[in-house]
Structure formats: C-alpha cells, structure tokens
C-alpha cells in the first residue's frame, strides 16, 4: 500500500484514539470494512486472506451471540469441498485468532478487545469495551435522535447529521453478494433513509431548501434508485425557483427509473411532473394579451375535481374566507370498506370505484363543490353552504345514482359529514 493511500484510507476507516490511557480498536462496517487501532489494519496484518476477512465479518455481524459451527458453514462455505469443513473452521479460526493477537497492543487483554471463544459446541465473538464499531453508533444516535425530534429539533438535526455522515454505503459494501447479509444491509439502508427523510422534513418546516438539495445529492449518491429523494431534491430545486434544474433532473431520473424497473411514472413523480409544469407556467413570460387566456378559467357547471393538494389549498382557503359563525359548510369523507369479498387490494374493484364515483360525484355535487381521491380507497368533499338537513339529501342522492349507474353495486361505502370550523385544517 502507497503511503497516499495508506494515509487516505486511515483518515476514512480510522483514527488513533485514547479514552484515558485506552487505545480503541475501531471497526468499520459501513461502507467497506476494516479493522484498525492507530496506523495497523488487520485488512493488512491478515494478508489479505479472504477467507479470514469474510469468517471475521460473520462474526462482528453477530457478535456476541452463539453460532454453531454448522450455521457458518451452511452461510460462508456451502461451496467448500472439505472432507472435514469442521476441522477447516477450527483451523481459520485459529489462524484469524493470531491475526487479532498481533493487532491489539501488547500485554493487552483479549477481553478487552476481541476475543473468540468456544462453549458448549458454540462458538462467539466477545467484543469489549475497548472496542468501537461504527454501526453500533450509527444505531445509538438514530435513537438519540428519535427521542429528540418532538422536544428540541435543534438538538435532534445535529445528531441525525452526525448518523449521516457515518453512513458511506451498503454494510460490508466491499463484500461479494451473500445470502445471509442482504437482510443486514437491508436493516441499515432502512435506517439510513429513515434519518434522511427525517431530516429533510425538519429542514422543510424552516424553509431550509439550499440543505434539503445538498442531503439528497449526497444521499442519491449512495442510493440513486430510492424514488423519494430524487422527489425531495425536484420539490427543493422547485422551492428556490431552480425550474430548469428540476426537469432536467426529472427527465433524467424518470429515464433512469423506467430503465432500470421497467416501469412507467408512479403517482408520486406524476404529481413532482405536475408541480414542475405548474411551476414552469408560472415562471414563463406573458403579456397582457395572454394574461387573460392563463387566468380564464373552462365553463363548468358541476363539481370540482382536483388532486389532493390542490384540494389542500382550495379548503384552506375558503376555511381562512368564511364566517366563523356560519355551520352550513361541510366536509365529506367517502370511503369504500373492504370486505372479504372485496378486499383492499383488489386493484380491478378499487379502479372501477374510481371511475364509477367520478362519474357519481360529477352528477350528484353542485357547482361550487369540490372532491378529490384523497388515496385509492377514500375521496374528500369541500361542500359550502349545505342547509335544511342537506346532508342527508346528498347521501341519498349519491347512493341512487350509484345503483343507477351500477345495478350490480358492489361496493360497501361509508359516507360521512364533518362541519367546517376554524380550527380544523388540511395539512
């Protein structure tokens, strides 16, 4: 190894510390793996055996826990023609045994560092206090963080930003594809994305978009196919009015994507499409002739349909408008039950639902009305100035022209009718 690249490799996998007089042996898992305290790696001590580098990370994988001889073999070395594979474990055990020796310091206790042992037919990797691994504080600050994003969000940012930077890839990412480790990697990215997401919505409440972009271009460096951050970078790149770097970012993931999953956009990057466009015609040029054509709106006679968080703005709106003391506005949710004859994933009843309530609603609400597909299985109804018991009349009205759309009627609905007060917003 070049000293550049013994130097750099120190400074990324390790550090010389000491807790009083204690040298810590740090071990590096996420992103890579090695073994260190101070200038010596066992990547190096062990002369790059592969089999005693991939035996050792079993082990940490699992330390302190018993794991039967057959349990290894069954995981690390079902390809190992070995007459004996069980006498061939006790001899790499052996062998990665005197590779830890010679990297913790002299006279120093194996207790206190790494220290295998072998009871009662199983066998364990002691690890001690003298003994930092890198996804065990990974854990320990996501939870510190958890704890403190209700009370003090200041505090709970800077320890999710820490677990971040920790956090350079795949656990044991140098590692060959292996059963037994894509649930552990799993379990990790899980949590690694979870304090991504996290942080980006603390930064979204204080309108902090310039750090949303910085989090997700990293994050996406390491994760370029999870969906939600390319959205979260498309909707801060929106926010600081960056329109032509949101499409093209846009065009360039949704190709990526379908390429990639063979799949067309799904209802979240339709709705980041339709947040870019409505950004885009905002921002474009106008004159006074044109002005009017963008603001005139079509003739309609019935209801408005709308997407969720159009439907959002449009009940805000006339929440903030309204008479407090007036208690004729109201808000209907509609929602299909499922039943063991329609159950919720039965994607044929949820999609002709769908269309058949479109078609109901359009013909039952008035003009001045407002519904949404607030998810697959649920619509919201703006309904203003409803009186004389009018509620009752419009579920009666929506149920008879169901069955008079559908005789066959399968759905199980249930209606009901919130009245609007000034205290109860959309968010």
């Known amino acids: 190894m070049t000293n550049a690249l013994k130097t750099n490799k120190i400074s990324v996998l390790s550090r010389y510390i000491k807790w009083?007089?204690?040298?810590?042996?740090?071990?590096?898992?996420?992103?890579?793996?090695?073994?260190?305290?101070?200038?010596?790696?066992?990547?190096?001590?062990?002369?790059?055996?592969?089999?005693?580098?991939?035996?050792?990370?079993?082990?940490?994988?699992?330390?302190?826990?018993?794991?039967?001889?057959?349990?290894?073999?069954?995981?690390?070395?079902?390809?190992?023609?070995?007459?004996?594979?069980?006498?061939?474990?006790?001899?790499?055990?052996?062998?990665?045994?005197?590779?830890?020796?010679?990297?913790?310091?002299?006279?120093?206790?194996?207790?206190?560092?790494?220290?295998?042992?072998?009871?009662?037919?199983?066998?364990?990797?002691?690890?001690?206090?003298?003994?930092?691994?890198?996804?065990?504080e990974f854990e320990e600050l996501i939870i510190k963080g958890d704890q403190l994003v209700m009370t003090d969000t200041i505090s709970a940012s800077n320890i999710y930003s820490k677990a971040m930077d920790m956090y350079k890839g795949d656990y044991l990412g140098d590692s060959q594809y292996e059963m037994w480790l894509v649930p552990v990697r799993n379990y990790y990215r899980r949590l690694y994305l979870k304090v991504i997401f996290n942080m980006v919505e603390l930064l979204k409440e204080k309108g902090k978009h310039e750090e949303i972009m910085i989090i997700c271009e990293n994050a996406i460096a390491i994760e370029p196919f999870e969906e939600a951050l390319h959205i979260y970078l498309i909707e801060s790149m929106l926010k600081l009015g960056k329109i032509k770097?949101?499409?093209?970012?846009?065009?360039?993931?949704?190709?990526?994507?379908?390429?990639?999953?063979?799949?067309?956009?799904?209802?979240?990057?339709?709705?980041?499409?339709?947040?870019?466009?409505?950004?885009?015609?905002?921002?474009?040029?106008?004159?006074?002739?044109?002005?009017?054509?963008?603001?005139?709106?079509?003739?309609?006679?019935?209801p408005l349909l709308c997407d969720a968080e159009y439907f959002k703005f449009l009940y805000n709106l006339h929440n903030r408008k309204r008479n407090p003391i007036d208690a004729?506005?109201?808000?209907?949710?509609?929602?299909?039950?499922?039943?063991?004859?329609?159950?919720?994933?039965?994607?044929?009843?949820?999609?002709?639902?769908?269309?058949?309530?479109?078609?109901?609603?359009?013909?039952?609400?008035?003009?001045?009305?407002?519904?949404?597909?607030?998810?697959?299985?649920?619509?919201?109804?703006?309904?203003?100035?409803?009186?004389?018991?009018?509620?009752?009349?419009?579920?009666?009205?929506?149920?008879?022209?169901?069955?008079?759309?559908?005789?066959g009627n399968p759905y199980d609905l249930k209606i009901r009718f919130v009245p609007i007060d000034a205290n109860f917003s959309l968010s």
Not at 86 to 103: H, S
Not at 379 to 390: C, E, M, S, T
């Open 20 to 136: 009083g007089e204690r040298v810590i042996l740090f071990i590096k898992t996420l992103g890579g793996f090695d073994v260190s305290i101070g200038e010596k790696t066992l990547v190096e001590e062990s002369n790059r055996s592969y089999r005693l580098i991939k035996l050792l990370q079993y082990f940490i994988t699992f330390k302190n826990k018993n794991l039967l001889p057959d349990t290894i073999i069954d995981n690390l070395y079902q390809d190992n023609d070995s007459p004996d594979p069980k006498n061939m474990i006790r001899g790499q055990i052996f062998r990665l045994r005197q590779v830890i020796k010679k990297l913790i310091p002299e006279e120093s206790k194996e207790s206190d560092y790494l220290n295998i042992t072998f009871k009662s037919g199983y066998y364990c990797l002691e690890v001690g206090d003298k003994v930092v691994v890198d996804k065990d």
């Open 328 to 407: 004729s506005d109201f808000i209907s949710l509609i929602t299909l039950n499922p039943t063991k004859k329609t159950p919720a994933a039965n994607r044929d009843l949820i999609e002709s639902w769908s269309d058949d309530m479109t078609k109901v609603l359009t013909k039952t609400l008035r003009k001045g009305d407002v519904f949404s597909f607030w998810n697959d299985t649920q619509i919201l109804a703006l309904l203003p100035d409803v009186k004389d018991n009018g509620t009752s009349s419009i579920e009666q009205r929506i149920y008879a022209n169901l069955r008079s759309l559908n005789q």
């Open 245 to 302: 770097n949101a499409m093209s970012h846009f065009e360039h993931i949704t190709e990526v994507l379908e390429k990639e999953n063979g799949t067309k956009l799904s209802p979240g990057l339709k709705e980041i499409e339709r947040k870019i466009q409505h950004n885009s015609n905002e921002k474009s040029n106008m004159d006074i002739v044109n002005m009017r054509d963008k603001l005139e709106l079509s003739v309609n006679d019935g």
